[in-house]
């Protein structure tokens, strides 16, 4: 309804409001994200393995796209995402005759992938996921074993940062990460980022994905994370937003719609999140959600695929769930 407060409005004192799009949610969800958003991100289609199918040949039209749409509505633009060990072609790693590239070779088409990308969205993107989930979730392990680590070494994510800094040295750059509020993991995050600032790398920020759930991560641990990150005196930015209706462990298949009690936690929960997101909203300009609405989540296939679920403030049919009237009345009260 023409009533309707605009979520980005309501928080335009503290934050963006972000959603990431992909081609069909650019088709279906259109209105919802002029209405609400002020940032879009590419879920899928500024990946490697989408802008550099293989080498040399870059593919930009579906990312262009989502330029060109966040041009038409005066929308910002976060890119995700330069390095990363998953959705990233094989050719990138090996030499024709397929065996393992050299440290040379690879450090190079890093070099070019990174270059070609961030030159062409100069100004335009202002906020780039440069290394995304190099740190390892095992407590014994401090990086996640990678193609990336094993050839060129620890640092690629060094490297990484400073090709993308020669390419647009406006573009703010981050490290991004999910399980980023688990206190073991978030002691290795904070060490990887302190030590580049300290080497003199450029880098600006810390992405927290936010892939959070009913229950978990506690409020506590949000907390701890969010204070342990701005003490290294960088942006914060909640990159990948969603609250699952389920625990991880539950892999139940029988639900077709939200149970009332689900929506009533969840609405509860996101008023909670979004109170201590605005706690610390000078430490964190941007709050991307994975998604706009219901009617579409990656995690409709994960972890258990074909399984429905209703991570957002939209429900299916895009129309405001409980959990957006609890955000809006805090915003607005506060
Ligand atoms: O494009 C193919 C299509 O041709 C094929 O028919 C279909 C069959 O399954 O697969 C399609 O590719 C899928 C792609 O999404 C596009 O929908 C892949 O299988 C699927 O694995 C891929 O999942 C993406 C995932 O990253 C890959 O790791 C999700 O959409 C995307 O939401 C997710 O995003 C990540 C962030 O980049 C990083 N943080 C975690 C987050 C959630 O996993």
């Not at 040379?104 to 062409?120: A, C, D, F, G, P």
Request: no cysteine; hydrophobic share 40%; glycine share 4%.
């Amino acid at each position: 309804s023409g009533e309707l407060p605009k979520l980005h409005e309501a928080f335009g004192n503290r934050f963006r409001i972000g959603a990431a799009v992909n081609p069909l949610t650019l088709k279906t969800q259109a209105g919802l994200l002029k209405r609400h958003y002020n940032s879009v991100t590419a879920e899928n289609e500024m990946k490697f393995e989408r802008l550099q199918p293989s080498e040399g040949a870059f593919t930009f039209e579906r990312a262009d796209a989502m330029i060109d749409f966040a041009a038409a509505n005066g929308m910002g633009v976060r890119g995700h995402t330069l390095v990363w060990h998953n959705q990233t072609p094989d050719w990138v790693f090996v030499n024709a005759d397929g065996s393992a590239a050299s440290r040379e070779t690879l450090l190079s088409r890093m070099k070019t992938h990174i270059e070609t990308v961030v030159s062409r969205y100069k100004r335009i993107i202002y906020a780039w996921d440069v290394v995304n989930e190099a740190v390892s979730d095992k407590p014994e392990e401090f990086l996640r074993p990678s193609r990336w680590l094993d050839i060129i070494g620890e640092d690629f994510i060094e490297k990484a940062f400073e090709y993308a800094h020669a390419a647009d040295s406006n573009a703010l750059l981050f490290y991004n990460d999910y399980n980023e509020s688990d206190p073991a993991k978030r002691e290795k995050i904070y060490s990887l980022v302190r030590s580049l600032k300290e080497k003199g790398i450029p880098i600006h920020g810390v992405g927290l994905q936010a892939h959070w759930n009913l229950d978990n991560p506690s409020l506590d641990d949000i907390r701890a994370a969010i204070e342990r990150y701005a003490s290294l005196d960088v942006k914060l930015h909640i990159t990948e937003l969603d609250v699952s209706m389920f625990a991880f462990e539950d892999r139940r298949t029988d639900l077709t719609e939200p149970t009332e009690e689900m929506l009533e936690k969840q609405a509860e929960r996101y008023r909670q999140l979004f109170r201590l997101l605005s706690e610390y909203a000078e430490h964190i300009p941007s709050v991307t959600f994975w998604g706009a609405a219901d009617d579409y989540t990656w995690l409709d296939d994960f972890p258990v695929r074909g399984r429905k679920n209703w991570p957002f403030l939209f429900d299916i049919h895009q129309q405001p769930k409980t959990s957006f009237q609890n955000v809006i009345e805090d915003a607005q009260a506060g």
